[in-house]
């Protein structure tokens, strides 16, 4: 393990190495004694640290837990969520013309999706608060997760959900999973002021990833791609271009890089370029990223047909979009069509995902046309969610069912 400063003062309280720092201010806060999920002093976004940063080595055992020395806990609320596949894409592959591309498909995770990673962690953190009741704002898969993982704690969970905007599967699955669920009349951003409003008053523990605690736990996506990418090529990837919505993915990969880089692990031009991709009817970080702006301005009109990332304010862009930045990443809007063929040409490679996670190839495709992207580079792709998630979208990208009369030549005739 190293010892390093990410910078804020010396931890007040230390339980287990871990405390909270404000990413504006650098005022540090005790994590477990209440529930803080923004600055008391100046409502900043708050990130967890530790006095200790581990290297690879430190690490044995499989899936989110594998990396505990890098997690605010041993252990969590697990139904063994990570250890996710780096899959060989060898159609798109060909069609890309870069060096190599990896697609490391969250669709793998119990509930289909990566939230499962923030979330094995973070209602860990609420049983240490001793909190009675989850709640969430979601595009669908957070509401999933945190159903499924509540119902393993024996905890209340709440949702809110943009009616009529969230995909089959996921209400399904918060549904059986035992969540209350709520539609409100409005989009997701809307649904995360209402939540977040009824977090602050005490009603429920928020658990979307602008709690801190989630974030470790999506940290742990980058750890496993550097590690099984390093283990095939020798070396790190050069980029990870990635869906995104609130942007936490984007910044639990950037404080990933940045605890490699104080263990000692990686130099800090060795991060790989965080590379975001949008749908273009809710693009608010591409907009900030190309237009070199600290903000993101709020859209409050979003549409597309990934409506995982059907997202106008991405609470975490200030923690982002230095990441971006520092990577010497990007940020790119790709269409709704484009979207779907990304979709189809996944799933001709044997990758079944959602709208959202195709966009990451789709964004790949598109930074390659337009010369942003070089020919050398190695490339991983993160598909966030499985194909299962929205049946509707798969069906439409894919091809109609024939019907046939029941016997043999009808069976003939038709193919
Ligand atoms: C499938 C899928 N992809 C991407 C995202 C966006 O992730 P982030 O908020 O980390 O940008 C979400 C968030 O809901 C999602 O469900």
């Known amino acids: 393990m190293a010892a390093l400063d990410l910078g804020g003062?010396?931890?007040?309280?230390?339980?287990?190495?871990?405390?909270?720092?404000?990413?504006?201010?650098?005022?540090?806060?005790?994590?477990?004694?209440?529930?803080?999920?923004?600055?008391?002093?100046?409502?900043?976004?708050?990130?967890?640290?530790?006095?200790?940063?581990?290297?690879?080595?430190?690490?044995?055992?499989?899936?989110?837990?594998?990396?505990?020395?890098?997690?605010?806990?041993?252990?969590?609320?697990?139904?063994?969520?990570?250890?996710?596949?780096?899959?060989?894409?060898?159609?798109?592959?060909?069609?890309?013309?870069?060096?190599?591309?990896?697609?490391?498909?969250?669709?793998?995770?119990?509930?289909?999706?990566?939230k499962d990673r923030g979330m094995t962690v973070g209602v860990r953190v609420a049983q240490e608060l001793g909190v009675g009741r989850l709640a969430c704002a979601s595009t669908g898969n957070t509401s999933a997760a945190l159903a499924c993982y509540g119902a393993r704690a024996d905890l209340d969970v709440l949702v809110l959900l943009p009616a009529g905007k969230v995909a089959a599967g996921k209400v399904a699955q918060a549904s059986l999973h035992g969540a209350k669920i709520l539609e409100v009349d409005g989009n997701f951003d809307a649904c995360l002021d209402i939540v977040a409003e009824l977090a602050t008053r005490g009603d429920a523990y928020l658990l979307n990833s602008i709690n801190p605690f989630r974030l470790e736990g999506q940290k742990t996506i980058g750890l496993e791609i550097l590690e099984a990418h390093r283990e095939e090529h020798g070396e790190w990837p050069d980029r990870v271009v990635l869906p995104v919505g609130n942007a936490g993915n984007t910044a639990a990969l950037y404080k990933c890089f940045r605890e490699l880089v104080a263990a000692g692990e990686m130099r800090e031009d060795e991060m790989p370029a965080l590379t975001g991709v949008q749908a273009a009817g809710a693009a608010p970080m591409v907009e900030a990223v190309r237009e070199g702006r600290d903000e993101v301005r709020r859209w409050d009109e979003v549409e597309t047909i990934a409506t995982a990332i059907r997202i106008g304010?991405?609470?975490?862009?200030?923690?982002?979009?230095?990441?971006?930045?520092?990577?010497?990443?990007?940020?790119?809007?790709?269409?709704?069509?484009?979207?779907?063929?990304?979709?189809?040409?996944?799933?001709?490679?044997?990758?079944?995902?959602?709208?959202?996670?195709?966009?990451?190839?789709?964004?790949?495709?598109?930074?390659?046309?337009?010369?942003?992207?070089?020919?050398?580079?190695?490339?991983?792709?993160?598909?966030?969610?499985?194909?299962?998630?929205?049946?509707?979208?798969?069906?439409?990208?894919?091809?109609?069912?024939?019907?046939?009369?029941?016997?043999?030549?009808?069976?003939?005739?038709?193919?």
């Open 9 to 114: 003062e010396t931890p007040s309280v230390a339980d287990r190495g871990v405390w909270l720092a404000c990413i504006e201010c650098g005022e540090t806060h005790a994590p477990f004694d209440d529930v803080i999920y923004r600055c008391p002093d100046c409502d900043g976004l708050l990130e967890a640290r530790y006095d200790e940063y581990p290297t690879f080595e430190d690490f044995e055992g499989r899936g989110v837990w594998r990396y505990a020395d890098s997690l605010p806990f041993p252990e969590g609320v697990s139904i063994e969520e990570g250890d996710t596949p780096l899959y060989s894409v060898p159609g798109i592959e060909a069609a890309v013309d870069v060096e190599s591309v990896r697609v490391k498909h969250e669709g793998a995770n119990p509930t289909g999706a990566f």
């Open 313 to 415: 304010m991405p609470v975490n862009a200030p923690k982002a979009l230095p990441g971006i930045r520092a990577t010497g990443g990007t940020a790119v809007a790709v269409e709704d069509e484009e979207i779907t063929q990304a979709q189809r040409d996944l799933a001709r490679d044997g990758v079944g995902v959602e709208p959202a996670s195709a966009a990451s190839v789709a964004g790949l495709r598109k930074l390659v046309d337009d010369g942003e992207i070089e020919s050398d580079e190695r490339v991983v792709c993160l598909t966030t969610g499985h194909l299962l998630k929205d049946p509707d979208a798969a069906a439409a990208a894919g091809s109609e069912p024939i019907p046939v009369p029941n016997d043999v030549d009808g069976v003939l005739d038709a193919i």
